[in-house]
């Protein structure tokens, strides 16, 4: 069953603290991608990567960190540094040359 | 990047076509059409894709003028569940060299009364 996976669906954050949103992959997709979506917005690119080892900043990334290990995984880490988090983020992923970016079911972030 | 600018809002009833416009000026030439559907806590849904004339699938039609400045997603025969936010995105998706970038802005929200 092919698709894109996200946990934990709600991640609940305290002050100062860093925490990860998992993203997973089996579509053999080389590209995949994270957005921002605050509430009655639409989404706002955090980070991208087109390959496995590389990634690029998008229009918001200040504190947020991803990472590219592998080709199925993309993780991201909304850091301390992120002074308004809550928002509803959403991972996606595309293969090259394709026509669509598949999405996640999304996770919903709250500051305690 | 091209700016798309779509309404904000469109209110139909059960059974009604719906159409939804999109303006696209500065549409370039490597640039593809794509909507998109979000339902409330999920992620958003490919709807069609095009490049010019008319594109059909068994969801939508996507109408797209000679100039290829505007579109227009139709949904025939609306139901309840239609009820979403409709992206309308412009960006190259080819993977040559560069990224395939993609702006969602605000989308129009689509309420279906029965």
């Known amino acids: 069953d092919g698709g894109i996976t996200q946990s934990p669906k709600y991640l609940f954050r305290k002050e100062g603290q860093n925490v990860t949103l998992s993203c997973e992959q089996n579509l053999n997709h080389d590209a995949m991608y994270w957005y921002r979506q605050d509430p009655g917005q639409g989404l706002r690119l955090i980070y991208y990567s087109q390959i496995v080892n590389d990634f690029q900043k998008g229009d918001i990334a200040e504190g947020y960190s991803v990472s590219r290990e592998k080709k199925e995984s993309f993780p991201l880490t909304v850091t301390s540094a992120q002074k308004n988090p809550t928002a509803f983020y959403l991972c996606?992923?595309?293969?090259?040359?394709?026509?669509?970016?598949?999405f996640g079911p999304g996770t919903r972030l709250l500051v305690l | 990047l091209a700016k798309t600018t779509q309404p904000i809002s469109m209110d139909s009833y059960e059974g009604q076509e719906v159409n939804i416009t999109c303006s696209h000026n500065?549409?370039?030439?490597?640039?593809?059409i794509t909507w998109y559907q979000q339902f409330p806590s999920q992620g958003p849904r490919f709807i069609i894709q095009g490049y010019k004339t008319k594109v059909t699938n068994e969801v939508a039609s996507l109408f797209i003028p000679a100039d290829r400045k505007s579109s227009t997603l139709s949904l025939p025969r609306v139901s309840l569940s239609d009820t979403a936010v409709y992206y309308c995105l412009v960006g190259d998706h080819m993977f040559s060299g560069g990224y395939n970038k993609l702006i969602f802005g605000a989308g129009t929200r689509l309420a279906v009364h029965p």
């Open positions: 996606a992923s595309k293969r090259a040359g394709g026509e669509t970016q598949y």
């Open positions: 500065n549409i370039a030439t490597n640039d593809y």
